[in-house]
């Protein structure tokens, strides 16, 4: 099972055996026509911690995509805020 995540036009490959995947493809305009080469980068996240896998994804794609995806992945652990309900307004955030 491979999980696809986009950031703008490129893409990534994620695989349940934590193998990460960047594809990418690079253009030649040449006077012949267009000539593309695919790129293809494996990085197998087995070997670090779990709680690191976020990090290095936007470790990859901030070096290779110069993009990065926070919280908007697969191993995000990015929560979003609680909301308040629209009656607590005066609530303090922070206890002195």
Known sequence: M???VSL???YLNIQTSKNVELNE???LMTEEGVC???VKIIANFETIPEKYHEVFLNILTAKYYSKVSFG???F???LP?????WYQFWK???RL
Do not use: V, W
């Open 2 to 4: 491979a999980n696809e």
């Open 8 to 10: 703008g036009n490129s």
């Open 25 to 27: 493809t690079l253009s």
């Open 36 to 38: 593309d080469l695919e």
């Open 72 to 74: 908007n992945n697969p």
């Open 76 to 78: 995000s652990q990015c």
């Open 81 to 85: 805020p609680k909301k308040k309900k």
């Open 92 to 94: 303090q955030k922070y």
